[in-house]
């Protein structure tokens, strides 16, 4: 019955046997261990989701302010898309930059942006320079803060991608050893049991029915015997008297050594 | 290997109307790479540029290795909606921004619906 399940393919041999128990063994000591490092994952990926939840909305607000300030700037420059075409042909060199960095999380790298500046070089040091430059300067930096709460959000939001694969994958893992492996591995365990109870039994048989052959050819040989002394017995019928006569003797020594 | 992959992604790129790009041109991200091939890391898009070449934009964006965040505007991802949501790479990251016309309604961010989807709400 055991036989037929979904088992590996293996000879059931003691051997076998001491394999399959170990493999169940590690499977789960995996299954634990797995078990517990998606529990921290989820975690650690439902905090992510909190937080981006709110950094969005922060994100709403800042992004208004931000546009607001702008314009602000139009206004004091004077109106038009003169401003955003200026800006746009100055444009050389980023001065606002993100590095990333490596955070580890049960396992897991999950990279952060970083924000940084840098220094030394302006592209728009001419604009607005005939009018509204303090609104200019004001916007910039509004504007620098608006990317900085972009950038807070973007390393979430990669977190959150990175997160919810790795969760994934460790969720399949796990759930493919609960309940594929270890039913698997049970099974064989199984099946290799009773085949050697199987192997026993019919050792057992076996051994019986050679005992049983061998009593019988003793039988046999002793009717024969008996038969070729029964045949013969008239020719030497004193002698076996005598011989009767020493197995009894031989009886009184047993008895006397006991 | 990805620390390697992410250590040159240091610009962010930004597709959006003209006043958003401007701001956050302002705040210092443009970066425009010396020729030859010269390009730009954003896109002004107006009610002129079609889906197409917001797209094609798009698809530069997330294929160069030097961009580590996008910026999209959120009506202007509407567009590219279908685009946007089967993109799952976690490199760059794609960020859905509001403008000034349009506020943000975290109903349509791609990410925001994938976390309702996983909390079942």
Redesign the interface.
């Known amino acids: 019955m055991s036989g037929t399940g979904n088992r590996e393919a293996v000879f059931a041999t003691r051997q076998s046997l001491g394999l399959m128990k170990s493999k169940l063994k590690g499977a789960e000591i995996g299954h634990s261990l797995l078990k517990r490092k998606s529990e921290a994952l989820t975690k650690r990926f439902r905090e992510i989701t909190r937080r981006i939840d709110e950094a969005k909305r922060k994100m709403g607000r800042v992004m208004q302010i931000a546009a607001f300030s702008l314009a602000e700037v139009t206004y004091a420059t004077g109106g038009g898309s003169n401003l955003g075409y200026q800006v746009q042909e100055s444009v050389k060199t980023a001065r606002f930059r993100v590095r990333t960095k490596q955070e580890n999380v049960s396992g897991v790298l999950l990279p952060t942006f970083e924000s940084y500046i840098v220094e030394g070089n302006s592209d728009f040091g001419l604009t607005g320079l005939g009018r509204g430059g303090q609104q200019v300067q004001k916007c910039r930096e509004v504007y620098g803060k608006a990317v900085e709460t972009l950038v807070e959000l973007a390393s979430l939001q990669t977190a959150f991608v990175i997160l919810d694969d790795v969760i994934k994958v460790v969720n399949r893992r796990v759930n493919a050893i609960e309940h594929v492996i270890i039913p698997r591995t049970e099974n064989t365990i199984k099946y290799i049991n009773s085949e050697l109870d199987e192997l026993d039994r019919e050792e057992f048989y076996r051994l019986k029915k050679v005992q049983g052959k061998k009593h019988r050819d003793q039988e046999a040989a002793d009717k024969e015997a008996k038969a070729n002394k029964l045949l013969l017995g008239d020719d030497i019928q004193e002698s076996e008297v005598e011989g009767t006569g020493d197995v009894l003797g031989e009886k009184e020594d047993e008895e006397v050594i006991f | 290997m990805?620390?390697s992959v992410?250590?040159d992604?240091?610009?962010?790129a930004v597709i959006g109307d003209?006043?958003?790009?401007?701001?956050?041109?302002?705040?210092?991200?443009?970066?425009?790479t010396p020729p030859p091939n010269a390009s730009?890391?954003?896109l002004?898009v107006d009610t002129k540029t079609g889906a197409d070449k917001i797209e094609a934009a798009f698809d530069e964006f997330i294929q160069r290795k030097d961009i580590?965040?996008l910026?999209i505007n959120q009506h202007i991802a509407e567009k590219i909606r279908y685009r946007i949501d089967t993109y799952?790479?976690?490199?760059p990251?794609v960020?859905e921004?509001?403008?000034?016309d349009h506020?943000?309604e975290?109903e349509k961010?791609s990410?925001?619906r994938?976390?309702r989807r996983?909390?079942g709400e």
């Open positions: 990805s620390a992410s250590k992604r240091q610009f962010i003209e006043d958003s790009v401007t701001g956050l041109l302002l705040a210092g991200i443009g970066h425009v730009k890391n954003f002004i580590g965040i910026l799952t790479a976690a490199f990251a960020l921004i509001p403008s000034k506020p943000y975290p961010d990410v925001l994938r976390v996983l909390f």
